[in-house]
């Protein structure tokens, strides 16, 4: 599929369910382990790395400000470290977008706003 992408949308989640309210901290370490595998994948059947335009959105950031496990500061940068280590394996065309579906949410990263991106991004 990585060889026909012309462009991937990777949505992370740190909550147990759809339902949840509770954030999981493991839920970090497993789209880091997802990422290796990626990585590992991409390394053993590419001569050439393509630069391939992506979205990396976090979602539920709703529920950042109510973890008892950690500060909202400490996920966010864990996030956007996990978002590196996706940008060293798909390239800097990679926008990183903290998301909600809630009422809290800025008009710049609406689900409009993001199909937008995605549609552009495509192109």
């Not at 990396?56 to 400490?74: G, Q």
Request: with cysteine.
């Amino acid at each position: 599929v990585l060889k026909l992408a012309n462009f991937i949308v990777l949505m992370v989640d740190h909550s147990e369910s759809h339902v949840s309210k509770k954030i999981v901290w493991s839920r970090q370490n497993d789209v880091k382990n997802f990422i290796k595998k990626i990585k590992d994948n991409v390394d053993g059947n590419y001569d050439n790395k393509k630069s391939i335009p992506s979205l990396f959105i976090v979602n539920k950031k709703d529920l950042w400000n109510k973890s008892a496990e950690t500060s909202k500061e400490t996920l966010q940068k864990n996030y956007k470290n996990l978002h590196e280590d996706w940008k060293k394996y798909f390239g800097d065309k990679s926008e990183y977008i903290e998301y909600t579906n809630k009422n809290d949410y800025d008009d710049k990263n609406s689900s409009a706003a993001i199909l937008n991106k995605i549609c552009k991004g495509v192109k």
